[in-house]
């Protein structure tokens, strides 16, 4: 009784401070919007781009001339903590009411120490290492000056040629709700510390279901399946308590995202309670007039009527939404309303108490890129990777004799960093070729040939230069080849590092064919003509198709992009000191065709139960329904194996639980990692469910011979679904858990929800 009294009490404590802090909050800001004109106000409304991002060039002349005018609530994409300190020094100290500017940067997977990008984090299946990279990167954010990140990005994708897959969480809801969570946990943690900052959730919403998965094209859906497949990850953040989110650039119910009531003031203020800040998108709101929908000013008042608080880069809440204020068009009470919330944003990151805590100069070099961030960034990336093929047991490699490394990008450190990495520079990256180097020592010999460019043509190379992934060689396709051949000769095995450049995946890099280009298809075969064992390394941003590959190529680790310690990274994993223990977090296509192919489906009124064709039955003439991998695939250096997989109960009550286990056992000689997958399936009910959904996993480590089991508590919360009316409800009947090591490969019970 006792220690359940302090429970009450502790969290009546922690109650009572909340809401003391809040009405703090509330008195300052009250008291601060009183004595703000309505220019003043309208200034909060305003981010626009500083324009200088990496270049090092003077103060942003406009950025400044804006802020010592009030006419903006904070910027983006400066760089520096100098020049950031003097920008809102400008802002504090020239301004009537001094108030301090917000500063933001895209920190989507670490600012100077670059981590994995997020599709590999996710791929790690810990939620730990996550808010693990997120703390670590804003740490280094916030030495250099910056209190704002726009991340995470949570959009659902099941289409990997969208190429922004890269910045998510693949194509679970559940999983992708935990990773979001523990985003915003990694970068705010305690606002009140100089080392965390805001984060912003994104894309609000839907953005991941582009059609064709081309960036920046429409969605269409319904409600029914936004609320069961695609808007938990935000929903998550929100109870997370992220403090600000932005918009995405798509329309929902044919309404602009910016400007739609439903989701902003309905979904997101009013069912989720929602209260922090909405930024826009960059000039969504200018881009609402191209969707067919308005001039400037009429999209301004939709936008901040519908809930958004502040424009990005359009300007459209500075002159047009004043223009419309004086027409009478929008209120000053909707215009507080958005304002208010931009300086409770400020408020919570301590920004009033004291402006210049993101500028410590002190921290610029001290806190950024240090051997910790680096370890971290190097642990952290060899859970990322995917075994997909390891015929013969050729993976691990033994650090002896001649080991070749060959292909586009096996020597090139820019590259190792993938999409939107922030201050990442690839001077210190470290290559495949150095971190082999780096491991062997003098056990062994490691030389390099490049073999091939990344594409024998201009347009993918060029898209890959715009994100600063030049890389180019001007020798022909002969040439570079034979060079790889006469290195390869004397090889005692080949490493063939291909895939994707930086730039071929991420914002703007949606592509049609997802195959490794032809030019590095024929390095490939080129390399397996030489009789030598060959181990492929597949850098990518997305899952690819890998077809031949997979029947062809013996050994097959998916690197993805793995940051500052790539080369070392992997070469831990190649050599063994690692076990890999990634598992896909989106399903990987057999061909373009099958896209979009993903695990949670809906069953067809026609299923097609095998891998064979049969007419009349859903299936394809050329291809089998079936994934090249699965969704939670991974290979490890050992083997597991599932057992006793029991149910304690075959009913479970409507206020009960019953709890599902299952034994796994390393059955091989190496210590590893598991990651130990539970589904449910619900057999009957209001709306057709899917055939399986993932419901709770375990990452375990196992020493050779050494067994584990892992339980799975089911409750009836954990079997809701939104049915027809879009009531969120668990309807009693039969069920299904399985257990396995994928999503493929599972065992299976049934039990009844009474």
Not at 43 to 65: K, V
Not at 388 to 395: A, D, I, T
Not at 624 to 651: E, I, Q, R, V, W
């Amino acid at each position: 009784m006792k220690n359940k009294t302090l429970t009450v009490l502790g969290a009546l404590a922690i109650s009572i401070g909340a809401s003391a802090a809040s009405t703090e909050m509330d008195s300052f800001i009250d008291s601060l919007m009183s004595r703000m004109t309505l220019d003043e106000k309208l200034g909060q409304l305003n981010l626009p781009a500083a324009g200088d991002f990496a270049t090092g060039e003077p103060l942003n002349a406009r950025i400044g001339d804006l802020a010592a005018n009030a006419r903006i609530g904070g910027t983006f994409n400066i760089a520096g903590t100098a020049k950031i300190r003097s920008l809102q020094q400008i802002a504090v100290e020239e301004t009537r009411l001094g108030i301090p500017l917000l500063i933001g940067l895209d920190v989507i997977h670490g600012c100077k120490t670059i981590f994995p990008i997020p599709l590999a984090l996710s791929a790690s299946w810990d939620t730990v290492a996550v808010e693990r990279m997120a703390h670590v990167s804003a740490v280094e954010a916030s030495a250099l000056g910056i209190g704002w990140t726009f991340s995470p990005m949570v959009d659902i994708s099941r289409d990997p040629r969208w190429g922004r897959v890269a910045e998510g969480a693949g194509e679970d809801p559940y999983l992708g709700s935990l990773i979001a969570r523990a985003y915003v946990r990694g970068y705010q943690g305690d606002l009140s510390k100089p080392d965390n900052i805001l984060a912003c959730v994104k894309h609000f919403a839907l953005y991941g279901a582009s059609e064709a998965g081309r960036d920046y094209n429409t969605v269409d859906m319904g409600r029914q399946r936004m609320y069961n497949e695609y808007l938990a990850p935000y929903q998550a953040a929100v109870d997370a308590d992220v403090a600000t989110l932005m918009t995405s650039f798509n329309l929902v119910d044919g309404i602009p995202a910016t400007a739609n009531k439903w989701l902003v003031s309905d979904l997101l203020r009013k069912q989720w309670g929602y209260e922090g800040m909405v930024v826009t998108d960059y000039e969504s709101i200018k881009e609402m007039r191209t969707h067919g929908v308005g001039d400037m000013q009429a999209n301004a008042v939709r936008a901040i009527k519908a809930g958004t608080d502040m424009d990005m880069c359009a300007g459209a809440f500075a002159d047009p939404l004043l223009k419309a204020y004086k027409e009478g068009k929008v209120g000053i009470d909707v215009i507080d309303r958005a304002c208010r919330r931009v300086l409770e944003a400020k408020y919570r990151s301590g920004l009033f108490e004291n402006p210049y805590k993101y500028n410590d100069l002190s921290r610029e070099k001290k806190d950024v890129l240090t051997p910790a961030h680096r370890a971290a960034a190097r642990e952290i990336a060899t859970k990322t990777f995917v075994l997909l093929r390891n015929e013969g047991k050729l993976l691990p490699l033994a650090p002896k004799g001649k080991i070749a490394i060959i292909g586009p990008l096996g020597n090139n450190r820019e590259n190792m960093m993938g999409t939107w990495s922030a201050y990442g520079d690839g001077n210190d990256c470290v290559s495949v070729y150095e971190g082999f180097k780096n491991y062997v020592g003098n056990r062994a010999e490691v030389v390099y040939a490049k073999g091939s460019n990344i594409d024998a043509g201009d347009r993918i190379e060029q898209g890959a230069e715009g994100y600063g992934g030049k890389m180019r060689d001007p020798r022909s396709e002969a040439e570079l080849l034979a060079e790889a051949l006469e290195v390869a000769r004397d090889a005692d095995v080949i490493v063939a590092a291909v895939g994707e450049s930086l730039g071929m995946s991420g914002e703007g890099s949606s592509r049609a064919d997802i195959t490794l280009p032809p030019t590095q298809r024929r390095l490939l075969e080129a390399l397996l003509a030489t009789g030598k064992p060959v181990v492929m390394l597949n850098f990518s941003g997305r899952p690819t198709v890998m077809d031949w590959e997979s029947e062809n190529i013996p050994a097959i680790l998916n690197v993805w992009f793995p940051g500052t310690e790539a080369g070392n990274a992997i070469a831990d994993v190649v050599f063994g000191k690692v076990s890999p223990s990634g598992k896909l977090i989106m399903t990987m296509p057999r061909s373009v065709g099958q896209i979009p192919v993903y695990y949670n489906h809906l069953n067809t009124g026609r299923p097609n139960g095998s891998d064979k064709y049969h007419i009349y039955r859903s299936c394809y003439l050329d291809v089998p329904n079936s994934p090249l991998y699965p969704f939670g695939y991974g290979l490890s250096y050992t083997t597991f194996d599932y057992s006793d997989f029991a149910l304690d109960s075959a009913t479970l009550e409507a206020d009960g639980k019953i709890t599902a286990s299952v034994k796994v056992t390393n059955t091989g000689t190496v210590a590893a990692d598991e990651i130990v997958q539970f589904y449910t399936r619900d057999m009957v009910a209001d709306i057709s469910r899917p055939v399986k959904e993932l419901k709770h996993f375990e990452r375990i480590s196992l020493a050779p011979g050494e067994s584990k089991t892992v339980k799975f508590e089911i409750t009836p919360d954990k079997l809701r679904y939104y049915n027809s009316e879009l009531e969120y409800v668990a309807e009693p009947g039969e069920f299904q858990v399985m257990a396995g090591p994928d999503s493929e490969h599972l065992s299976t019970l049934s039990f009844t929800l009474e």
